[in-house]
């Protein structure tokens, strides 16, 4: 059974950083693209970032390019998420997603949530 799931979220002021991880089991890391997404209170799932199966090319929405830094960690089967200058307009749940590296379709956990206030 596919499973994913996240942790690292939590409460954190204007400026700050956080970083999440993303646990795979059930397949094998380097055999897919991953991504993740986020979703903000009363709106749509947005793509946030996504990787090659290798782990060698990142993308970014423009929204948090030089800010996010999405790695893959294909020995341990992990995905991870360095979030810093953390706006409060990055404030929602957080998904990793097994499918693409350019869209939020495919498999995802249950969520981590991110809070940006002061």
């Known amino acids: 059974e596919v499973q994913l799931v996240e942790s690292g979220g939590g409460l954190v002021q204007p400026g700050g950083s956080l970083k999440l991880s993303c646990a795979g089991s059930?397949?094998?890391?380097?055999?897919?693209?991953m991504s993740w997404a986020r979703q903000a209170p009363g709106k749509g799932l947005e793509w946030v970032s996504g990787?090659?199966?290798?782990?060698?090319?990142?993308y970014y929405a423009d929204s948090v390019k030089g800010r996010f830094t999405i790695s893959k960690d294909n020995a341990k089967n992990t995905l991870n998420l360095q979030m810093n200058l953390l706006k409060v307009e990055d404030t929602g749940m957080y998904y990793c997603?097994?499918?693409?590296?350019?869209?939020?379709?495919?498999?995802r956990g249950p969520g981590t949530q991110v809070t940006v206030s002061s």
């Open positions: 997603v097994r499918g693409s590296a350019f869209s939020a379709a495919g498999i």
């Open positions: 059930g397949f094998v890391c380097d055999q897919f693209q």
């Open positions: 990787i090659t199966t290798t782990g060698r090319t990142p």
